[in-house]
């Protein structure tokens, strides 16, 4: 157990819509990446929060927003689905968000859209 | 920009096989790299890590040299157990935010 944990693990939805996905940090991380893990593109970055603000972006669509509330838990916001989102999305957290601090990943929430 | 290419799976190996699974880099600045492993239903996990050119990382048996001259990071093990089983991935970052993870590597390993 890693101690960052996901929610919903799985969830199941219709084109067109919007899903939130919650991520809990492991206790006293201010750090915060999510990632999305596809068949065909394998992990990919998308955005990374330091204690509520952003701090990297990397492939996030305009479509996806994330925030990092004061308690430090995490939201990525996913609008307007396409089939080609389906995909595991990870969160992943670490201490101070830079130099070589080990990132500790959540179990990750499988997203489908139908 | 920076980017991780992995050597393409499946592998299958039988136990107390060597292995290897290639790794090589591009990076613009002088990255640090990790070696992740993911067992099936669950996150990565963090196997080993290296942060600058000749560092060894390594963890469990397994091992991964940082070569500057060849841009790679190869993940070996003298000799794998079933356990082993699972999806390798290969990372670097170079400003300790954006991390590139490469496709990932599906291991099998049989009795």
């Known amino acids: 157990d890693s101690g960052v944990t996901q929610t919903p693990k799985h969830l199941i939805t219709a084109t067109g819509q919007r899903v939130t996905l919650r991520c809990s940090p492991r206790s006293g991380d201010l750090s915060v990446y999510w990632y999305q893990q596809s068949l065909d593109q394998g992990l990919q970055f998308l955005i990374q929060y330091y204690n509520g603000e952003e701090r990297a972006k990397g492939n996030i669509l305009e479509r996806f927003s994330a925030q990092q509330f004061p308690d430090l838990h995490s939201e990525l916001n996913l609008s307007s689905l396409e089939l080609g989102d389906s995909a595991l999305y990870f969160c992943?957290?670490?201490?101070?968000?830079?130099?070589?601090?080990?990132?500790?990943f959540g179990p990750g929430t499988r997203l489908l859209v139908l | 920009g920076d980017s991780v290419t992995q050597m393409e799976g499946p592998v299958t190996l039988s136990e107390e096989a060597f292995l290897t699974i290639n790794c090589t880099y591009t990076?613009?600045?002088?990255?640090?790299l990790f070696w992740y492993v993911q067992y099936p239903g669950e996150g990565l996990q963090l196997l080993l890590k290296?942060?600058?050119?000749?560092d060894k990382g390594s963890n469990k048996g397994f091992e991964a040299t940082y070569r500057k001259e060849t841009t790679s990071f190869h993940l070996e093990k003298g000799s794998v157990q079933v356990s082993d089983s699972a999806v390798y991935f290969c990372?670097?970052?170079?400003?300790?935010?954006?991390?590139?993870f490469g496709t990932g590597t599906s291991l099998t390993v049989i009795p």
């Open positions: 990076a613009t600045g002088y990255p640090s």
């Open positions: 990372a670097l970052t170079s400003t300790g935010n954006q991390f590139y």
């Open positions: 992943a957290s670490s201490g101070t968000g830079g130099g070589l601090q080990t990132q500790y």
């Open positions: 290296a942060t600058k050119a000749d």
